[in-house]
Each structure stands twice: as C-alpha cells, then as structure tokens.
Nanobody
C-alpha cells in the first residue's frame, strides 16, 4: 500500500491550489484520511481530516479557505486551497488509515508535496 500526493507548486498570495492523494495497493478499506503540513524546524501539524462517513474537521488557520473531500471509488483524498497566504507555505503530507487485504489496519503517509505561496 502506498499514498501518492500531487498538486503542489508555487502560487501567489490569494491564489488557489488543489492537492490530490491517491492510495494504491492491496486495499480492503480506508477510514480516516487527512492532510498535514510541516515547515522546516517545526512539528508536523494537522490541517484537515475526513472520516470514512464524511465527517470533516479543519484547523482554525484554514477554516473557510481550505476544503477537504474524498472519492472513495478512487481511494483519493483532495485538498482545495483557496485564498492562500504566505504562511501556508509548507510541505503538505496526506495520511490515511488503511485496512490491507492481509487484515491489518495501518497508518500510511504520502511522500509530501511542496506548496510555496509568494507575497
């Protein structure tokens, strides 16, 4: 099982980006999916989560600007980021709780995608 994140890049303040993260491999089920971000020298922080039944939560810093969603048929989670600010600059990581076909739940991380917001 692996998670592949994409969609990062350079954008001006006020702009938008959409991140995607697709899970692949021997997957039986996926429950919680999430996006985290990390800047050098700081701890990784939770940005948004979406449960298997669609319950959503956001960090206060991104509420009203970011939207998390998922496509269960594609085992993919998205993060639509609008009204981006320079302080949103970070490496963004996706994560998911996945039940593999061997019958074990595990927490998986994607490889990270860099988002840079210029002022």
């Amino acid at each position: 099982v692996q998670l592949q994140a994409s969609g990062g890049g350079l954008v001006q303040a006020g702009g938008s980006l959409r991140l995607s993260c697709a899970a692949s491999g021997s997957i039986f089920s996926i429950t919680d999916m999430a996006w985290y971000r990390q800047v050098p020298g700081k701890q990784r922080e939770l940005v948004a989560t979406i449960s298997g039944v669609g319950s959503i939560d956001y960090d206060d810093a991104v509420k009203g600007r970011f939207t998390i969603s998922r496509d269960n048929a594609k085992n993919t989670v998205y993060l639509q980021m609008n009204s981006l600010k320079p302080e949103d600059t970070a490496v963004y990581y996706c994560a998911a709780e996945i039940l593999g076909r061997v019958g074990v739940w595990r927490h998986y991380w994607g490889q990270g995608t860099l988002v840079t917001v210029s002022s």
